[in-house]
């Protein structure tokens, strides 16, 4: 069973695209965004 790890960071809008690049590069995967806050997540390293 895979167990998960979460984060959450503002968005800020002139920043985004380098915001979520940077944390997909970062092995996190967007899960949503809720008032301008991302929500990610990845799989909890063993």
Known sequence: MTK???A???LISH???Q???Q???DG???VCVVND???FKRPLAS
Request: hydrophobic share 50%.
């Open 23 to 25: 944390w997909g590069e």
């Open 15 to 17: 920043a985004l695209q």
């Open 4 to 6: 998960w790890e979460y």
């Open 37 to 39: 806050v991302a929500y």
């Open 19 to 21: 915001i979520l690049n």
């Open 8 to 10: 959450t960071a503002p």
């Open 28 to 30: 996190w995967e967007l």
